[in-house]
């Protein structure tokens, strides 16, 4: 979901013209994710911030022709506009490119903007000449827009002296209309101000109106700053409603003011709200200015006191990013217990995560450490995600090692979906089948070889075949290499239909030709009719 916070540019010039700043300020939310998208459309914003222009629109143009329906289009179809505006190009063609985006982005959050600034473009028009935009400013006017009223109020906002501060605020209190209110609240957060804060600051602790509350909140983080840093601290430390300590909770979090980090972190431990906790954790863990050897005490108090999982989880997931000394002994031994099994596994999955050399290592440890079979098959998924040959030694010996069928047939699986090791697999693979003490680790293990059944792995299927006595275990590397469809199986095949001793293996093996049905195939069939004298069983 796109909560992109910019201020709008159908107001900045009256913005500017009160000598208060107006530089757009982009915020992208957790939940918007860094996407190759995402990023894509960020380089190209950050074209606009940089009022680079020109850039900027041929960006932004490159980014919709890459990803046309992005949810990021109608931004940057804005921007385009906009850009276009700021470089002076014809003021006809910059109205329409604003009039095409409106009919194609409707519902659009730069609708209005969009407007507003077709509203300055055509009396511009108008003062030159071009009478037939009049209807358009007249249109607007009649039907008291959005736009109209919110350049209304930054009006008010921007008057010399404390008048018209005051008659915003006059406004507000006497006003019941919770979207003009709404918009008070965005104005106000756009004003330099003292009144201005301490109305906001006002509404978001005693305001009735919950919507309104968080509102106030959001333009509170807008505007950063010692004091409004205070007032989203109290909101957190008093008996607020959920919904609303949750956005004070987020405001803070873009705020670099000393202390917020321990504040957050303080709300994360004592929280019994599991939404909560978790937000003000993940507020601790994405702080970047916060330096690491500062966020490291937060996130351990978060993960040794926090009253809810979800908090600890967070901090579990905030350590496997993090290269400071204490998060692998602190992931073992969470992972060790006593906490909750799901807890536990997540701190198996960060130490998988870890960059840590010493982690795989406890990896091992773990697995012969812990007893529970289902976090057991976390750790073989952990290790095999660590990849490399010390991480296949321990998944091979495990395969051969470990009393449970189940987690035996895990490791081997794991072994077989490694990447990039191709022949260190194979060699693998075929050192747990040659020593397997059942019929079913053995199957997992040419199931793991053939679910790629390149010629190379073929040719390991072979090679183990050659010492292979038991008939059964026999008859499913046919059927296995029947399923493959590979001609590189047919050597195989027709050899085992000629000479095996076992007769339903060397059925088997005909079945599989048959499967394989390639000309190659086909002809190795017609060699066995042609085969006078078969060996019997």
């Known amino acids: 979901m796109k909560i992109w916070k910019i201020a709008a540019s159908a107001l900045a ?4 013209t009160a000598g208060i700043s107006t530089v757009p300020v982009s915020r992208a939310s957790d939940e918007a994710g860094q996407t190759d998208e995402t990023r894509a459309y960020q380089q190209a914003y950050q074209l606009v911030l940089a009022e680079k222009w020109v850039e900027a629109k041929t960006s932004l143009e490159a980014f919709l022709q890459k990803y046309p329906n992005s949810s990021w289009a109608d931004d940057a179809r804005y921007w385009i506009c906009y850009s276009r505006e700021e470089n002076d190009e014809n003021r006809e063609t910059v109205f329409r490119c604003y009039q095409d985006f409106i009919k194609a982005y409707p519902n659009s959050a730069w609708l209005d ?3 507003s600034n077709m509203i300055q473009l055509a009396e511009h028009l108008v003062s030159r000449g071009k009478k037939e935009y009049q209807t358009i400013i007249k249109a607007y006017e009649e039907n008291e827009s959005e736009d109209i009223q919110l350049t209304s109020l930054y009006a008010l906002g921007r008057m010399k002296g404390q008048a018209g501060i005051d008659a915003l605020l006059d406004l507000y209190d006497k006003n019941a209309d919770v979207e003009l209110k709404g918009k008070i609240i965005y104005v106000l957060g756009n004003l330099e101000e003292a009144k201005s804060l301490a109305k906001l600051s006002a509404i978001a602790l005693r305001e009735s109106s919950e919507i309104l509350r968080k509102k106030a909140v959001t333009a509170l983080g807008e505007r950063g700053g010692a004091e409004t840093a205070k007032t989203l601290l109290s909101i957190l430390e008093t008996a607020q409603p959920a919904p609303i300590r949750k956005a004070a909770i987020s405001a803070l979090s873009d705020l670099k003011e000393p202390g917020i980090g321990a504040a957050l972190a303080r709300v994360a431990v004592t929280e019994t709200d599991p939404g ?37 989880s967070v901090a579990l997931s905030a350590l496997s990013d993090t290269e400071f000394p204490e998060a692998l002994p602190l992931l073992r031994e969470t992972a060790l217990g006593p906490a909750g099994l799901e807890l536990r596994e997540r701190a198996i999955e960060a130490i998988g995560e870890s960059r840590d050399a010493g982690s795989l290592a406890v990896l091992k440890e773990l697995l012969g450490a812990v007893k529970e079979q289902e976090l057991k098959a976390r750790i073989i998924s952990s290790i095999a995600q660590k990849g490399g040959n010390e991480a296949l030694t321990i998944l091979s010996e495990t395969a051969l090692a470990i009393a449970d069928e189940e987690l035996a047939q895990d490791s081997v699986r794991a072994v077989g979906e490694m990447e990039n090791q191709d022949e260190a697999k194979r060699a693998a693979l075929l050192g747990i089948l040659r020593k397997a003490k059942t019929a079913d680790i053995k199957r997992t293990a040419i199931s793991a070889l053939l679910q790629e059944p390149t010629a190379e792995n073929i040719k390991t299927i072979g090679q183990y075949l050659a010492a292979e006595t038991d008939p059964e275990t026999r008859q499913y590397v046919c059927e296995a290499l029947g399923q493959s469809e590979n001609d590189e199986a047919v050597p195989i095949l027709l050899e085992i239909a000629k000479n095996d001793k076992n007769n339903d293996t060397r059925r088997a093996a005909t079945r599989a030709l048959g499967e394989i049905a390639s000309p190659k195939a086909q002809s190795a069939l017609v060699e066995l009719l042609k085969k006078k004298d078969g060996v019997e069983k």
Do not use: G, W
């Open 276 to 312: 909560l906790a978790s937000e003000a954790a993940e507020a601790v863990k994405d702080a970047d200015h916060i330096d690491m050897r500062d966020k490291a005490p937060l996130i351990r108090k978060i993960l040794k006191e926090a009253r809810t999982d979800e908090a600890k």
């Open 113 to 115: 903007d969009a407007k």
């Open 13 to 16: 010039v009256l913005l500017l």
